[in-house]
C-alpha cells in the first residue's frame, strides 16, 4: 500500500493551481506549505514574545529572550564581537532549519529540510554569503584563506588544493549531512512503524510481534526530537565557523 | 553516530523487498475474495514507480527542485527582513533595557550602601567622641570635687583648731584668774584668821605674797 512505502512522505506534490514561470515550474507545493506554516510559527512565537517587554519576563517572553541568547551565544562563541552584523542570518538559518525539523515530527507534515534541494540551497546562502563578505572584506586578500602561512613554497601547490577543495566541499558536507540525517531518521520511523502495522493486520497472535517496533518507534521519536535540534544547532555552528574563516583570514 | 544511523537506513532499506512481500501476502490473508484490491494495489505501485522514477528517493527528481528553492529563497527572505528589522530589535532592546534597570540598580544598591558605611563611620566617630567628651567631664568634675572637698575640709580644720586653741587659752586663763583668786582668798583667810584667832592683824598684801610663796612651793613640791 502506499502509505507503507516509507518514501512517500518524501513525495512532492502541488497545492492548487501550477505556477510555471518562463518555462520553469515554481508550483506551491506541501513543501512550500510546510515552509510557510514554520515560518508562520516562528513569527507567531517571536513576534508574540517580542512585543512583551516587562523587565521581568513570562514564560512566552522568555522562550523568545533564550532563543535570542542562545544564538548570540553561539555567534559569539565561535565568530566573537565581529559576528554582531551577521546575527541577523545566523538567527534565520538556525530558525528555518529547526523548524523545519520539528515541523516534520508532527505525524502527516512534510519536512521540508529532508530535501536536498532545500537543504542545498541554504548551504549554497551560506557559502555565497562567505564568499561575498570575504571579497568585501579583504579584496584580492581574501585568497589568502587558501595560501596558509608558513608552508613551504615546493608543497604550496598541494596545499593550495586541500584548502581549495575543502571550501568548495563545504557547501556538499553542509547541505548532505542536513538532508541526510533527516531522510534517515524519517525512513527508519516509517519502517518501523510499518512493521508494527504489518504485525498487527496478520491476524492471530501475530499482533504481539508488533510491541517491539512500537516500543522502539517511541525511543525513535525521542532521539529524532534531538536529531532535530542537534542539526539545526550544527548547521548554524558550521555557519559561523566558515564566515569567521573568512572574517579573520591569516596575514 | 552518523555512520550507525546511515548503516541502519542501509539495513532497514535492504528489507524494504521483504517488508512489501509481506504486506501483501497480508493483504492476500486479509481479503483473499476480492479482486479489486489487487489491482488497487497494482495501480498504486505504478504511481509509486512513476513518481519515484523507478523507485528512488523523490529528492533526486529534479523536476520539484526550482520549486523547493524559489519558496525556500522566499521564506527565508520574509523571515530575514521581520526578524532583522523588527522582532530582533526589539528583543535586544528589551534586554539592553532589563540589562540598564539592573545595572542602575546595583549602581544605585552600592551607592546607598557607600553613604551607609559613611553614615556609620561619622556615628562611630560621634560616639567616640562623646565617650571621650564624657570621661573628661567625669574627671574633671571628680577633680574640682576633690578639690572643693580638700578646702572644706582644710578650713574647717583650721576652724576647728582656732577654736580648741582659743577655748584652751580660756580655760588656762579661767584657770589662772582662779588660782590667782584662791590664793586672794586664802590670804583673805589667813589675815582674818590671824585677826580673829591671835588679833594680830596682818597685812593683806604680806599675807597674800606669804601664801603666793607657799603655794609655789607646792608647785615645785608637786
New interface residues.
Given amino acids: ?2 502509505t ?5 512522505q ?3 506534490q ?1 497545492i492548487g493551481e501550477r ?1 510555471i514561470l518562463g518555462g ?6 506541501n ?2 506549505l510546510w ?2 506554516i ?2 508562520v510559527c ?2 507567531i512565537l ?2 508574540v ?5 516587562s ?1 521581568v ?1 513570562g514564560r512566552l ?1 522568555l522562550v ?2 533564550e532563543i ?2 542562545f544564538v548570540e551565544n553561539l555567534i559569539t562563541d565561535n565568530i566573537g564581537q565581529k559576528g554582531k552584523e551577521y ?3 545566523i ?2 538559518l538556525f ?2 532549519v529547526i523548524t523545519g525539523n520539528m515541523l516534520g515530527m508532527v505525524p502527516y507534515s512534510f519536512t ?1 529540510t ?5 537543504t ?3 548551504a549554497l ?1 551560506v557559502f555565497f554569503i562567505v564568499l561575498i563578505v570575504g571579497i568585501v572584506r579583504h579584496g584580492t586578500h581574501f585568497f589568502h584563506l587558501f595560501v596558509p602561512p608558513g608552508v613551504p613554497g615546493w608543497l604550496l601547490w598541494l596545499v593550495v588544493l586541500i584548502e581549495l577543495v575543502s571550501f568548495v566541499s563545504r557547501p556538499v558536507t553542509l547541505s548532505v ?1 542536513l ?3 533527516m ?3 524519517h ?2 520511523m516509517k ?2 512503524a ?2 508494527a502495522i ?1 504485525f498487527a ?3 492471530g497472535v501475530a499482533w504481539a510481534g508488533s510491541l517491539l517496533p512500537v516500543a522502539f518507534n517511541i525511543v525513535m521519536i525521542g532521539f529524532e526530537f534531538f536529531i532535530a535540534f542537534i542539526q539545526a544547532y550544527v548547521f548554524a555552528v558550521l555557519a559561523c565557523i566558515y564566515l569567521k574563516d573568512t572574517i579573520e583570514i591569516g596575514h | 553516530m ?1 555512520f550507525t ?2 548503516a ?2 542501509f539495513l ?2 535492504s ?2 523487498p521483504l ?2 512481500a ?2 501483501e501476502e ?2 492476500e ?2 481479503h483473499p475474495a476480492e479482486g479489486q484490491l489487487f489491482e488497487m ?1 497494482e495501480t ?1 505501485q505504478e ?2 514507480a512513476a ?2 522514477g523507478g ?1 528512488g ?5 529534479p ?11 522566499v ?2 527572505v ?3 527582513t ?3 528589522k ?3 530589535p ?6 539592553e ?2 540589562q540598564q ?1 539592573i545595572d542602575t540598580h546595583i549602581a544605585d544598591a552600592e551607592r546607598l550602601s557607600k553613604e551607609a558605611e559613611l553614615i556609620e563611620a561619622e556615628l562611630k566617630a560621634a560616639l567616640k567622641d562623646a565617650g571621650q567628651a564624657a570621661s573628661h567631664e567625669i574627671r574633671s568634675a571628680e577633680d574640682e570635687a576633690k578639690t572643693r572637698m580638700d578646702q572644706a575640709l582644710s578650713s574647717f580644720r583650721e576652724r576647728y583648731d582656732n577654736e580648741i586653741s582659743s577655748a584652751e587659752n580660756r580655760i588656762s586663763g579661767a584657770r589662772d584668774q582662779a588660782m590667782q583668786d584662791m590664793n586672794k582668798i586664802a590670804a583673805e583667810l589667813a589675815a582674818q584668821a590671824a585677826q580673829k584667832l591671835a588679833g594680830i592683824s596682818a597685812d593683806a598684801s604680806q599675807a597674800e605674797s606669804v601664801v603666793l610663796s607657799l603655794s609655789s612651793k607646792v608647785k615645785k613640791a608637786a
Fill in positions: 500500500m502506499a507503507h512505502d516509507p518514501m512517500h518524501f513525495q512532492i502541488p505556477l520553469v515550474d515554481l508550483s506551491f507545493t513543501s512550500s515552509m510557510v514554520g515560518a516562528s513569527l517571536l513576534g514574545a517580542s512585543s512583551r517587554k523587565i519576563p517572553q523568545g529572550e535570542y541568547g546575527f541577523p542570518l538567527f534565520t530558525m528555518v521540508y529532508s530535501h536536498l534541494a532545500v542545498a540551497a541554504l546562502l549531512r538532508f541526510a540525517n531522510v534517515a531518521g525512513v527508519l519502517v518501523i510499518g512493521f504489518m493486520t496478520m491476524g | 552518523s544511523r546511515y541502519s537506513a532497514v532499506c528489507l524494504l517488508q512489501q509481506f504486506a497480508a493483504a490473508v486479509v494495489v498504486q504511481e509509486i513518481h519515484h523507485g528517493l523523490p529528492q533526486f527528481d523536476t520539484s527542485w526550482p520549486s523547493q528553492i524559489f519558496w525556500m529563497l521564506v527565508f520574509v523571515l530575514y521581520i526578524f532583522s523588527a522582532i530582533l526589539a528583543i535586544s532592546g528589551t534586554l533595557n532589563r534597570h
